[in-house]
């Protein structure tokens, strides 16, 4: 079993569509969660950050973390054709003072007009 | 501020020759980690360096390849006789490090590995 579950997709959805994605993970010992958008071919962008279980909110986005069920959540509201990208989670131990991150495989997101 | 960099963008290798992809860190970053992606997987955490030392190696394969961040100038990964099982993108991310931040990392564009 991987330590990080996420479905590859790809998922397409209208424009306007609220967007789910979800990952699962097994280690307990994971202490971040992340969430990363990566466009084609260019790195991997930071969306959201959270420690604690429960529900954080960024303009149209929002992370949610269940840690006693190991399962966190992004949800995208008013999806636009330029969320259209590979949404990767991405679950932290610590190392050295700072973070290393397992990342699941990525969902492929097409938002078509 | 610019952002992380890479080069060189594409790298072409045959096998056996040896490749340096070279990662320069955000001004004010101290600290840089190294991932690789391989196609139709998920990015897979290699090293974490900061200056001069070694913090974490648990993701870099025990043979052909290292990794370091001299006092001065870009943190190098190097990969001894290449073999085609190691054409990936690479990417380098920095931090800053600083004390009671959430410590996010920058990622650059990556490094296009082609062993033929």
Known sequence: QKEVEQDPGPLSVPEGAIVSLNCTYSNSAFQYFMWYRQYSRKGPELLMYTYSSGNKEDGRFTAQVDKSSKYISLFIRDSQPSDSATYLCAMGRASGGSYIPTFGRGTSLIVHP | ?116
């Open chain 2, 1 to 116: 501020n610019a952002g992380v960099m890479q080069n060189p963008r594409h790298l072409v290798r045959r096998r056996g020759q040896e490749a340096r992809l070279r990662c320069s860190p955000m001004k004010g970053h101290s600290h840089v980690y190294w991932y690789r992606q391989l196609p139709e997987e998920g990015l897979k955490f290699m090293v974490y360096l900061q200056k001069e030392n070694i913090i974490d190696e648990s993701g870099m394969p025990k043979e052909r390849f290292s990794a370091e961040f001299p006092k001065e100038g870009p943190s190098i990964l190097r990969i001894q006789q290449v073999v085609r099982g190691d054409s990936a993108a690479y990417f380098c991310a920095s931090s800053p490090r600083l004390a009671g931040s959430t410590d996010t990392q920058y990622f650059g564009p990556g490094t296009r590995l082609t062993v033929l």
